[in-house]
């Protein structure tokens, strides 16, 4: 059995999903998210992109998996659960309605149950198929915070698998570096990158690695097709360092051949940037602080047609197909940091008119007396 916590630590953890549950005069927790899941169990798949729920009693101990065959054995190898399972495919099958059996054993017609719908492993067909098999048989109650608001801040030893995700992702930056140049293939690049993460006993990233020079170094999302960088040109990266699943994402635009006097600029402005949001990643203090330090500065400089309309978010343990999670970094947002809280920040302009682009991001931590930026690699203009 492959479990990456102890069982008293996944024991606390259904504790506070109790409590909360009970705080919200709820009888149980319909679970469609694979981090809720992973975070409460240990248990490890990517089968949630098909019909799977995790059923959790009030006591948080009382809990029954319905999933696919192909994800027995991976709950058996990697999660606590014992109760599972399975619904079977075939034209016409309704796992909606092997739930409801599963509940009326549980006792939970009439009941008020949670359920998490802000879901990558609930579409909006097996929501309305969901909806339909229990119109009448209890009540929905949406909560799809509750667990994530606990998995917001880490224990220590979740801690832990950050920092050793944030090695990971110091190492890609080297060996991407050393692999950059005019002519070199975006491919070779990423392979270094990812390669240095993997060879290190690291994960798979919760989403693409954003790799692109060129035109496509103002692109920040990945897009299919890769291309031979140009004598003078431009590479932005996005990656993440990943252990256990625990995310630690870093960011950089590199100069490649030279570096003009206008990237140069940017890249002072970008710094500067996130040296202020960063100090404004404060224990007590709203998270929204950080995007006002954020928009503070490049507005100042000029740059707020250039610049995004946030920075940032938390992380942790995500699955694809996105590594962001709540809270996000926007201006407003009134979420208080607290320490064992795990963000990335990241500063990006996007020159569409001179087709320039200077990006910078990393991982930091909060901590009692303020952050720890959890890199070691300093923010220097990097030229390959």
């Known amino acids: 059995m492959t479990i990456h916590f102890t069982v008293e630590e996944l024991a606390a953890r259904r504790k506070a999903a109790a409590d909360g549950l009970a705080e919200r005069g709820l009888d149980g927790l319909l679970m469609f998210r694979q981090e809720s899941m992973y975070y409460l169990t240990g248990y490890d798949t990517f089968g949630y992109v098909f019909f799977q729920c995790l059923y959790m009693g009030p006591d948080g101990e009382t809990l029954t998996l319905l999933t696919r065959t192909p994800d027995v054995r991976q709950a058996e190898h990697t999660s606590m659960i014992e109760d599972i399972r399975v619904w079977y495919d075939a034209e016409g099958a309704n796992p909606a309605e092997d739930l409801k059996g599963i509940l009326e054993e549980y006792g939970c017609r009439g009941k008020r149950l949670g359920i998490e719908t802000d879901a990558y492993g609930l579409t909006g067909y097996n929501l309305k198929r969901v909806e339909a098999a229990l119109d009448g048989f209890c009540e929905l109650v949406e909560a799809s915070d509750l667990v994530t608001r606990l998995r917001a801040v880490k224990s220590p030893a979740e801690i832990e698998y950050v920092r050793e995700a944030a090695r990971l992702a110091d190492l890609g930056l080297d060996r991407a570096v050393e692999v950059a140049a005019p002519g070199a293939f975006e ?162 302009v996007a020159d569409s008119g001179r087709g320039v682009a200077m990006s910078l991001g990393h991982t930091c931590l909060v901590t009692d007396a303020g952050r720890e930026v959890l890199s070691a690699r300093p923010l220097d203009l990097i030229v390959v």
């Open 187 to 348: 491919g070779e690049v990423l392979a270094a990158l990812q390669g240095a993460i993997f060879q290190g006993g690291g994960d798979f990233p919760a989403n693409e690695v954003i790799i692109g020079s060129g035109p496509r170094a103002l692109l920040f999302r990945y897009a299919a097709g890769m291309r031979r960088m140009d004598p003078v040109d431009q590479l932005s990266l996005e990656w993440a360092g990943v252990y256990r699943h625990y995310h630690a994402a870093m960011m950089r635009t590199l100069a490649v051949g030279e570096a003009s006097g206008y990237g140069r600029h940017l890249h002072a402005v970008v710094r500067e940037a996130l040296e202020e949001m960063t100090a404004a990643l404060t224990p007590g203090r709203p998270v929204g602080e950080v995007d006002d330090a954020h928009r503070r500065v490049l507005d100042a400089a000029g740059l707020r047609e250039h610049r995004y309309a946030a920075c940032g978010y938390s992380l942790g343990t995500t699955f694809s197909p996105n590594w962001m999670d709540r809270p996000m970094l926007f201006s407003g947002n009134t979420t208080p940091a607290e320490p064992g809280m795990v963000f990335f920040l990241h500063c990006i």
